[in-house]
């Protein structure tokens, strides 16, 4: 039975969004026919409702339209010790719901799901050839700035309304966390600076993925590896 979890976390929500979103003043939308309908998936939109957004799939790939910036997982997924949680994103059409780059990526050592002291780091791509590194502890934190940064190994779309494909890993590999994004490691981190007091509570945990507002796009290809 799928669970539908909807808290208004407002603080979270000024943190998160990108300070252009604000400067442009872009809503969030409501996606006709929300809801999760992925048998065992559970999400938790940064405010609001996971009603606002869809959550479905189509053949093996996860289809996924905002509303709010939502998580999503499957209680049944986690990831002990040493691992390597990856997927591919493709949004059809770069922001085609949006005014701006939204980025989309892999969750890890999620605790405390769906509550308000959940814990979970995130590597999400945009598809101007940026990426970004950040976590909930439970209230958010940035590891590599407030809009992260550009990387060559990040695609970039051929203009708005084009496809763009992000292949997405995050690692935990004895002391360290790595996230690579199309082949490439993009960011590397010793565990004291992800796990602690604000930040992460274990790197042992749920995976999923995490989609900002407003942006809609595919995952094919979500699973976890151990060495």
């Given at each position: 039975?799928?669970?539908?979890?909807?808290?208004a976390?407002?603080?979270?929500?000024?943190v998160?969004?990108?300070?252009?979103?604000?400067?442009q003043?872009?809503?969030v939308?409501?996606?006709?026919?929300?809801?999760?309908?992925?048998?065992?998936?559970?999400?938790?939109?940064?405010?609001g409702?996971?009603?606002?957004?869809?959550?479905?799939?189509?053949?093996?790939?996860l289809?996924?339209?905002?509303?709010?910036?939502?998580?999503?997982?499957?209680?049944?997924?986690?990831?002990?010790?040493?691992?390597t949680?990856?997927?591919t994103?493709?949004?059809?059409?770069?922001?085609?719901?949006?005014?701006?780059?939204?980025?989309?990526?892999?969750?890890?050592?999620?605790?405390?799901?769906?509550?308000?002291?959940?814990?979970?780091?995130?590597?999400?791509?945009?598809?101007?050839?940026?990426?970004?590194v950040?976590?909930?502890?439970p209230?958010?934190?940035?590891?590599?700035?407030?809009e992260?940064?550009?990387?060559?190994?990040v695609?970039?779309?051929?203009?708005?309304?084009?496809?763009?494909?992000?292949e997405?890993?995050?690692?935990?590999?004895?002391?360290t966390v790595?996230?690579?994004?199309?082949?490439?490691?993009?960011?590397?981190?010793?565990?004291?600076?992800?796990?602690?007091?604000?930040?992460?509570?274990?790197?042992?945990?749920?995976?999923?993925i995490?989609?900002?507002?407003?942006t809609?796009?595919?995952?094919?290809g979500?699973?976890?590896?151990?060495p």
């Amino acid at each position: 039975m799928r669970r539908i979890v909807g808290f208004a976390v407002a603080f979270a929500a000024l943190v998160c969004l990108p300070r252009v979103g604000a400067a442009q003043g872009e809503k969030v939308r409501t996606v006709a026919g929300g809801g999760i309908a992925v048998k065992g998936w559970e999400g938790m939109p940064d405010r609001g409702s996971v009603a606002q957004a869809k959550f479905a799939k189509e053949g093996d790939a996860l289809h996924v339209t905002t509303g709010p910036a939502v998580t999503y997982w499957n209680p049944a997924n986690v990831a002990k010790g040493d691992y390597t949680v990856k997927a591919t994103f493709t949004e059809p059409k770069f922001m085609n719901l949006n005014s701006h780059p939204h980025p989309y990526g892999i969750v890890i050592a999620g605790n405390d799901m769906g509550t308000a002291k959940r814990s979970y780091l995130y590597c999400a791509a945009y598809g101007d050839g940026r990426f970004i590194v950040r976590g909930f502890g439970p209230d958010p934190f940035q590891m590599n700035g407030r809009e992260g940064e550009s990387n060559a190994a990040v695609h970039k779309a051929a203009g708005p309304g084009e496809p763009v494909t992000q292949e997405i890993a995050m690692a935990v590999k004895g002391d360290t966390v790595t996230c690579a994004i199309n082949g490439t490691v993009v960011a590397s981190y010793d565990k004291s600076a992800v796990v602690g007091p604000g930040k992460l509570t274990s790197t042992d945990g749920v995976y999923g993925i995490r989609f900002p507002h407003n942006t809609e796009g595919t995952v094919t290809g979500f699973a976890v590896t151990k060495p």
